[in-house]
């Protein structure tokens, strides 16, 4: 609770209960039971993107291992959920006994271990150790914002506990005067190089929003008119509807604008940017580096120079203030207005395609919705679409499982339930935690659920295999769903085929309040055009390589597909394209740790995966 957690998810077992006693008798926590441990897992994930920190409870062996794809995601993603485990007690463990949930071996530290590579702190507790294990692994899962484990046996759950004597250490941040002088210097020099404050480009990316930086920020937006975009992992974390505003850069994949603005700028900031394969078009970006000021978690570069001890906040105010003084200096002109970007609308009577829904979905958007998007042919189509104000967008683009956002819908409307839920989800990706809708019927949210029927596993027909078996799926009567989970609640269950329905569907929907159930059919073979450049690379990158040795695949390395979506990079200049981004960690505190490029083209390391906040989605 102190950590800002009023809410538990999980799925109990009896090495939990007594746990779960003490856990649901806190007046001021609540419990909510999933339908399996991987929707609990996926939902403290959605509730912690939205509150800053989540909780995950379950019983040891069976219930932790099926929670651990879920907490995988989360370490990958930037999002602190601490995974609590009731295990058998420490006299059942002493002796070694062969007892249920565990491999029967005697050895009760397996899951523990398999919980070492995707959780930052860990903690198997005794009753003299429990206090001072809990209070370390919160704060270091607050510090890194990324998840933690405590392993509780069932003994030790219900041993008397002194309350803590201090509150938990806030999350520490320093910054060197020296780099933070030296780093001030340099931008001033660098920012000085630009013709006017409009050649100076900003790409946001996830990290600014983990480290709580999105104020800082929109701070530095306004300093100027200085032209912006974001990554699709950072979608939302700035005002879609500012004209300083160009859209989405994913490398070759992006739409002109945000790439003439990336691309085309004399001085490009960078702020917290994680360039992965989804969201660069597979590492398509070309970002001169010399021209650069790259900021991560705790440590900055301008051109080759690296600057560490510097936190992403203090950069961004370091920033803004020098843009202030130059818009100033230059009498700032005024700032274009990026092209309004809206297609001819398709009519009511037209069989509804992926443009068409899109684009309906994007108006029916009010500030202040949070909109999950899965990773299928729904996350690339809706994130090219502008959003209102103060509008959170989910996706998981890293992690990538199909079904996430389902369980995290439910995680998010009930961390903020005054905020409606939109989840966009494909058929196939809804079939893999469909169940979860009962919860989210039974808890009372009323979110917009649009399930994209294709007829399977489009994204997949367009990368490899589009008439596989493999592909398919079985066919589900979405529209039936609120009535088999509902307990009676039935809402507004439409199967639409036109736009025209889509349009009575949505506005039912706002109408009545309730949650609604919409089965969306679009062509199997419709493919959003973000996700049809995306697709080809990702085709190519793990295409077997021509002269390859048989049975081997080549690495899916962007160095090794610059024929797809990647152009010449110009001679003699040092960029972030391909390999050689400066997004490569490190640090110790790096899941990236060991692997290393054995070349680069710029400092060594920015962006550590510590030190990260928040609670947006990206
Ligand atoms: C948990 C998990 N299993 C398998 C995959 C591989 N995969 C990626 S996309 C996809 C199909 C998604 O299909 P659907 O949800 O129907 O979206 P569509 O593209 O058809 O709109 C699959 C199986 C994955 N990403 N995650
Ligand atoms: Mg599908």
Redesign the pocket.
């Known amino acids: 609770m102190e950590a800002g957690v009023d809410r538990v998810f999980g799925v109990p077992g009896d090495y939990s209960l007594a746990l779960l006693d003490y856990l649901t008798g806190q007046p001021d926590m609540a419990w909510t039971g999933c339908a399996n441990e991987l929707n609990a897992g996926y939902a403290a994930d959605g509730y912690a993107r939205m509150r800053g920190i989540g909780a995950l409870c379950t019983t040891f062996g069976v219930g932790e291992l099926s929670a651990i794809n879920a907490v995988a995601g989360s370490f990958a993603e930037h999002v602190p959920v601490v995974h609590i485990v009731g295990s058998p007690p420490l006299g059942t463990q002493a002796a070694a006994r062969i007892v249920h949930h565990s491999l029967g071996d005697g050895v009760f530290t397996h899951f523990a271990e398999m919980h070492e590579k995707i959780t930052c702190a860990q903690a198997a507790l005794t009753a003299a150790t429990a206090c001072a294990e809990i209070d370390r692994v919160l704060s270091t899962v607050r510090t890194r914002r990324l998840p933690g484990y405590l392993l509780i046996p069932a003994d030790v759950a219900v041993a008397p506990a002194l309350p803590p004597a201090t509150p938990l250490p806030a999350p520490a941040e320093y910054a060197d005067p020296e780099s933070v002088a030296g780093f001030t210097a340099a931008a001033r020099r660098l920012l000085a190089t630009a013709p006017s404050v409009s050649d100076i480009a900003v790409l946001s990316g996830l990290l600014t929003h983990r480290c709580g930086a999105a104020a800082d920020l929109t701070a530095l937006l306004a300093a100027g008119p200085l032209p912006h975009a974001t990554t699709l992992w950072g979608k939302s974390l700035v005002d879609e509807t500012d004209p300083g505003f160009t859209g989405i850069y994913a490398g070759a994949a992006s739409a002109d604008a945000a790439r003439r603005t990336v691309e085309g700028a004399t001085v490009l900031i960078l702020s917290g940017v994680e360039f992965t394969d989804l969201t660069s078009g597979f590492f398509s970006q070309q970002i001169i580096r010399p021209q650069t000021i790259e900021i991560g978690a705790s440590a900055v570069s301008v051109g080759v120079a690296l600057y560490s001890q510097v936190p992403l906040r203090t950069a961004l105010r370091v920033l803004t203030s020098l843009v202030t003084e130059l818009s100033i200096e230059h009498g700032g002109p005024a700032r274009n207005p990026s092209p309004a970007t809206g297609t001819a609308e398709a009519p009511p009577s037209s069989q509804l395609c992926q443009q068409a829904l899109w684009d309906r979905v994007a108006r029916f958007l009010r500030p202040g919705d949070i909109v999950l998007a ?5 996350f690339f189509g809706a994130a090219t679409h502008r959003l209102p104000r103060d509008v959170t967008f989910i996706g998981q683009p890293l992690w ?4 996430y956002t389902l369980p995290a819908l439910l995680g998010a409307c009930l961390a903020c339930p005054d905020r409606r839920g939109i989840l966009l ?5 809804a079939q ?1 935690t469909g169940q979860e809708l009962s919860t989210i019927l039974q808890a009372g949210l009323s979110p917009v659920v649009i399930v ?1 029927d ?1 007829d ?5 027909r367009a990368i490899h295999g589009a008439e596989q078996p493999y592909n398919d799926i079985a066919h589900w009567d979405w529209t039936a769903a609120p009535a088999l989970f509902g307990s009676g609640r039935v809402g507004v269950a439409r199967r639409v085929t036109t736009a025209g329905e889509l349009d009575e569907a949505l506005d039912l929907a706002d109408r009545l309040g309730d949650l609604a159930l919409i089965q969306a059919v679009v062509p199997r073979m419709d493919v959003p055009p973000l996700l049809e450049s995306i697709a080809q690379a990702a085709s190519a990158a793990n295409a077997p390589r021509v002269g390859a040795l048989s049975g081997c695949q080549a690495g899916g390395h962007a160095a090794e597909t610059p024929a797809v979506l990647g152009r010449s990079q110009p001679a003699g200049r040092p960029t972030l394209a391909a390999s050689a981004t400066l997004t490569r960690r490190s640090d110790p505190w790096s899941p990236w740790r060991g692997k290393q490029p054995a070349a680069r083209s710029g400092p060594a390391t920015l962006l550590p995966r510590g030190g990260r906040s928040g609670s947006l989605g990206g």
């Open positions: 899965d990773l299928g042919t729904s990538a499982a199909i079904g989800i494909g058929d196939g990706a893999m994209v294709n399977g596993y489009t994204i997949e």
